[in-house]
């Protein structure tokens, strides 16, 4: 994403990198396990399948908002006014899945926490290629993407045309 945030590092990097920067982020903003945590990987691979096969057309597709099967609204994102906590209830319990791109291929990183605890990471975090951010009912999806671009199903389609409005 083109954000006014941290410059990336010149050094090649790892599928890790993201993960590892998302840990320390997490320990230098005090955020609990409760707010924002690594999904169990007994579980991210059932979690991400869940995902993609409610909201998809084609499974694991590598960008997941070009296969969306249920109507959607989209909007550049600004980041000078964006307030990803007046989207939702800020203490709600959603699935996060932060995207890296490394050497052309995509891996999707799976937390669990608040919104509330995620924006915190989320201005401070400079490796994120995609955000997915995903009802635990599976009701809706929210997608920042590469192209800065935010996409919302279900009622995050509702609250982008709010936005779009304003």
């Not at 230098?28 to 998809?56: G, P």
């Not at 290629?129 to 800065?148: A, G, R």
């Amino acid at each position: 994403m083109n954000k006014d945030r941290h410059i990336k590092s010149k050094r090649k990097r790892t599928w890790t990198d993201l993960r590892v920067e998302i840990k320390k982020l997490c320990e230098q903003l005090n955020l609990s396990k409760d707010e924002f945590s690594e999904v169990n990987i007994k579980e991210w691979k059932e979690i991400e399948s869940k995902i993609w096969t409610r909201f998809t057309s084609i499974k694991n597709s590598r960008w997941i908002w070009e296969t969306l099967v249920d109507d959607y609204s989209a909007i550049p994102v600004n980041y000078k006014t964006l307030d990803l906590e007046s989207l939702f209830d800020s203490s709600e319990k959603v699935w996060f899945l932060l995207g890296e791109s490394v050497n052309g291929q995509t891996k999707f990183w799976n937390y669990d926490g608040t919104i509330k605890a995620f924006n915190k990471i989320f201005w401070e975090s400079s490796r994120t290629d995609e955000i997915l951010i995903v009802s635990k009912k599976y009701e809706w999806i929210l997608i920042i993407n590469h192209h800065d671009i935010m996409i919302g199903t279900g009622k995050m389609k509702d609250q982008i045309e709010k936005l779009k409005s304003r």
